[in-house]
């Protein structure tokens, strides 16, 4: 196996644990895997992140939590309305030819920046 299918195989493997374990994957270990470890530009990262989740790649860990009883159908629904359609306005904004990967790069980074500092302060 090429370094490259290892690479993003473990990447894939990484996103699906905490996918499963804390509802992320994507954005949130994907694409900052596929940028400073594999070197993909952050547009290139972000398209091929979304290309891997077209397919219904939680289904398998859905049904365990709706199992348990730890789902919401109604509120998932509702998400996922709002998740066709966020994506679409997502995608075109960051595909203007004025908005570099550079420029992406660094909102996703104040982003994340905070995202984490909500999550360690609170309310």
Known sequence: MS???????TIG??????????????GAIMVPAMVLLVGL???FATGTS?????LP???LGAI????NGNMNLKYAAI?????????????LFANQPFISGEIIKKLYGIFLL???IRYLVGT
Not at 64 to 67: A, E, F, G, L, S
Not at 79 to 91: E, Q, R, T
């Open 41 to 43: 530009d952050q547009k």
């Open 13 to 26: 493997l990484v996103a699906g644990l905490t996918g499963g374990m804390f509802g992320l994957g994507g």
């Open 50 to 54: 979304i290309a891997a989740q077209i």
């Open 3 to 9: 370094n490259i299918v290892v690479q993003m195989l």
């Open 79 to 91: 998400v996922a309305i709002g998740l066709i359609v966020g994506n679409l306005f997502g995608a």
């Open 64 to 67: 365990v939590y709706y199992r």
């Open 114 to 116: 905070l995202l984490a």
């Open 57 to 59: 790649i939680g289904i």
